[in-house]
């Protein structure tokens, strides 16, 4: 088996068929909540790929290495949610000292990773599926790129949608929830696409 | 402080319907949509939420005066995380299949913005019985919300209301509705999440858009009423002028 081929697989069918929000579910709040502006999905979306892939980096070999050899693998819940909150908070302030410009157009969404459920739920997922390093590295970096494509992709409709005439009770979140709908559709359509391929 | 009359059936009833969580304040939507497919799925769902809301909305009310201003928000984590723990612990124990059934979903409590807010906006301020009853509200408006996004999915997607497949302990039970071939299998797949929640929202917008409306029709009634009595008023004082005049 070609392990890069797997890697690659892996990320696309994580980001396309088997997207975070669209079938997961995860991140569905920043979904809804910061989708009216593309530059503010855009900066939400590039932050929650930062986050998302320190937290992987960091939490798998901290279940392997500390959690599991001590006995401890239950707490990995508690664990994970304080590596993530300290995690957003110090790639908060490194932003700030590096990068000021950065910090000013993504400061106000990193408070707002902490409770992103696509975090922890990359990383709960990774140890409670029992993958490997390597899947787990493609697994995070799938999900964050497929959260950041339809974050944008979907924050571009909703621009769209607010100078449409829609029925006045489908005004605002009703009407992105029937796009939404019609978006992980369109995504189903894809599954089955590596069937053929052999590993 | 004083206590108005009725104030804890006002506190728990508000969770239900003027603030209830998911259909008025659009939080926790990701169970929402993940864990509704069936009917017994959201029960247990609610379930679970609910036990974790109250309990660290009394813990975290019982140590309001302890943690201090500055790490109130990582105190509030690890005490939520804590008892989804403890929760999850016990599904996985005696209710294996509903374990099974919720998946990573059971941790992802932690992450659930309504938990955090309960704690932060009501019982890091009040005293510990409203805690616990303003979080029985929320956690049973929740479970009401779940429920009847559960129903329609359930119903229309598989055309029958099946119970004992999750709680095994009840006998299994399956009442077949509309006939297999008619039934519309995208409401178990995640778009029907997405669009029964779409139009439970936009019913519920349509509901409140009448009843502004005709409060509105209500208010302009009342003007013309007011408005033709000011002119009748005038008319008459006119006419006693005009009286008072040839005489």
Redesign the interface.
Known sequence: MNIFVAFVLAIISSMLMDNVV????????PF?GVSRKVNSSLGMGVAVVFVIMLATLICWPFYTYILVPAGIP??D??AY??VI?SLVQLTGLFIKKYSPSLYKSLGIYLPLI????A???VA??NT?QGLSFLDSIANGLGTSIGFLLIIVTFSCIRTRLETANT????????????T???M??AL?GLQGLFSGIKL | MKREKGYTKKNFLKGIINENPLFVS??G???A??TTKTLEAAIGMGILFTVVLICSSALVSLLRKVISEEIR??AY??II??F??IV??FTNAFLPDLYSTL??FI??I????IV?GRAEAYASKNNVFDSFIDALGMGVGYTLALLSMAFFREFLGTGAFAFGNIFTFIPLVKVQIIPKEYVMS?FQ???????V???I???L??IK?RKEEYKAYLARQEKIRKAEEAKKAALATAANKEEGGNK
């Open positions: 669209l079938s997961r579910f995860y991140g569905i709040c809804l239950f707490m819940t508690v949610i304080l909150a902490t409770t992103n459920c975090v922890l739920g709960q997922g409670d029925p006045k009770a489908f005004k605002g979140l009703p009407i992105a929830l029937i939404a709908a019609i992980a559709i189903v | 659009i939080l939507t990701c169970p949509l993940a928000t990582p984590i690890v995380a804590t989804v723990t999850k612990m998946g990573v941790s992802l932690v992450v659930n913005c955090l995208i797949n995640p778009a029907g999440a997405f669009i929640f779409g139009l929202l936009a019913v917008a349509f858009n």
